[in-house]
């Protein structure tokens, strides 16, 4: 395969499998967007995207334009994608649940010309924009271009998408991407060995996951339009119709986050969860406790991987192989055409087994072959993170003599107590499986003895009548659980978690919190409550 843009390489496989599907809708998601249920087959597909091709060209669009998709899951999102990337234009995805003020900065800085929306949203766009910026409905001819600036890179570095990242730690950075960044995403999962090996023509793929982001816009349809398979997109995660949707949908792989695994573990047994075709599922953040428990109940592998927007998946490590070592975080061995570092906060290489943040680039006389081009207007930060000639990925993990990785945190989320490493997402997993805790999120408060404590700030399910008896039975839960010294020392009870548009917490903003609510009167101190056990 040699193409130097997304769409030669869907206009390769439309021709070799025109019949087969491409895209899927079922009942429930068709139900809630409102659009027909039922498969696009890629001869079908090809028609709409070489009819919006020539409605974009004939208004002028193309090459230097950014053209913002608001479409949620729909297939028409992909449909435009694909059209814009024929006429040599970029696509800004936009998350539905961003309000108008996130809407404003990112049209702003992105400085898109055009918006293709749902109907629903048209109206906040245009008050974000303040009226300045075109917006139109996926059925509905652009308008005419008004300004055009030529991009005369190469087709196959040329931006094709620039993808917000979602700004734990401050305001969202854009990531421009180039084809060659979503061709080498594809290819890496057409590379994946064992169980996770694609069959070329046959994969029928059940994602959840918003196409906003960087698994289901890139991974998931990259994988599909490159072999030939067929890709049903959900509107979102349904726990109690999951099982249905994979029947239905007669889903050879699923994807996943760490959450989903957690929810569906959570319910009563049913026989619909093993009446599937899934070969395997493929995600990240699998809470390690029931990583082998799920497989073992739901019958198949969940295939834990690493990478980012940034680096895309032309460095990606992937558990494809046995041994996968289930239970543990394991991600893997590190590929041939990848190298890695993992360091201390000095700088200097970390021990076997010891854990540091990784650094990461490309083998080879291209170290950035495959990763963003650069953050938008940002580069200080682009260099930043390109420092010493290594991307530095703010990612914890440790590498054992074997040479397999296995995560560990975000760097910004070890919490250090008494030369003791905690992982904050090791503990907010446990707590998530406790009845009575609805949502929580962990975080590091300064400690005059042991140097950092544990404070997690937790949403109760149901109220509870004595705060002091819910937080010492925190304690004991986790105590049961996990080593002594990484149960809460804190637990401030909170009514909502600071977490961005996509769920994910605000990692710098609860920092802050954090600090506040230590001295807090209604934090609850358990701190002598941490003992070590016989």
């Not at 139900?31 to 249920?37: I, K, L, R």
């Not at 649940?97 to 010309?113: P, Q, T």
């Not at 695994?261 to 390690?288: I, N, Q, T, Y």
């Not at 008896?469 to 659980?481: T, Y």
């Amino acid at each position: 395969m040699n193409f130097a843009t997304v769409h030669q390489a869907f206009e390769a496989t439309a021709e070799r499998w025109p019949d087969n599907p491409f895209l899927g809708v079922l009942e429930e998601t068709a139900a809630a967007y409102g659009v027909p249920a039922g498969e696009i087959t890629y001869r079908q597909a090809k028609a709409r995207v070489d009819a919006l091709t020539a409605a974009y060209r004939a208004a002028g669009w193309g090459a230097g334009h950014r053209i913002g998709l608001l479409l949620e899951n729909r297939p028409d999102f992909v449909l435009h994608f694909l059209a814009i990337n024929a006429i040599g234009a970029s696509i800004v995805p936009m998350n539905p649940d961003w309000r108008n003020e996130e809407l404003r900065y990112l049209i702003g800085h992105s400085e898109m010309a055009l918006a293709v929306a749902i109907t629903a949203r048209h109206q906040s766009l245009h008050e974000a924009s303040d009226r300045r910026l075109a917006v139109i409905a996926a059925d509905e001819a652009p308008p005419m271009a008004t300004v055009r600036h030529e991009a005369g890179t190469p087709l196959a570095t040329r931006e094709a998408g620039l993808l917000y990242t979602s700004g734990t730690t401050g305001i969202p950075k854009g990531c421009v991407l180039s084809n060659t960044w979503f061709l080498e995403t594809g290819y890496w999962y057409l590379g994946l060995r064992g169980a996770a090996t694609l069959r070329m023509g046959n994969e029928r793929m059940l994602t959840p996951l918003p196409l906003f982001h960087m698994n289901a816009l890139a991974a998931s349809t990259m994988a599909m339009l490159l072999s030939g398979g067929c890709l049903f997109v959900l509107d979102r995660f349904h726990p109690r119709t999951w099982w249905r949707s994979v029947r239905e949908s007669r889903a050879s792989v699923i994807h996943y986050l760490g959450v989903m695994p957690a929810m569906l573990m959570a319910a009563p047994p049913s026989p619909e969860e093993r009446d599937h075709r899934v070969r395997f599922g493929f995600g990240a953040g699998c809470d390690r406790t029931l990583h082998g428990p799920a497989e073992e109940r739901f019958g198949f592998p969940l295939i834990e991987g690493w990478a980012m927007t940034e680096t895309g998946c032309s460095v990606s490590i992937t558990a494809d192989v046995e041994p996968r070592h289930v239970g543990m975080n394991c991600l893997g061995r590190v590929p041939p055409h990848m190298e890695i570092r993992i360091v201390r906060e000095d700088g200097k290489e970390c021990e076997v087994d010891e854990p540091g943040e990784l650094l990461v680039r490309r083998a080879g006389p291209d170290p950035r072959y495959g990763f963003f081009t650069e953050y938008l207007k940002d580069p200080e930060a682009t260099a930043k993170a390109w420092e010493g000639g290594w991307f530095h990925t703010g990612d914890v993990i440790r590498r054992d003599a074997e040479g397999f990785c296995y995560f560990v945190d975000r760097r910004k989320n070890v919490i250090r107590r008494s030369g003791e490493n905690i992982a904050a997402i090791e503990v907010e997993a446990v707590l998530l499986r406790h009845p009575n805790v609805a949502g929580v999120a962990v975080a590091a408060v300064p400690d005059t003895v042991r140097g950092e404590e544990v404070l997690a700030c937790v949403i109760p399910r149901e109220t509870a009548a004595d705060a002091a008896s819910f937080a010492q039975g925190l304690v004991s839960w986790c105590s049961e659980r996990l080593a002594y010294y990484k149960a809460p020392g804190y637990v401030a009870i909170v009514d909502a978690l600071p977490v961005t548009s996509t769920n994910k917490v605000q990692r710098g903003v609860l920092k802050v919190l954090a600090a506040k609510l230590r001295d807090d009167p209604a934090t609850v101190d358990v701190r002598t409550l941490k003992k070590r056990v016989a």
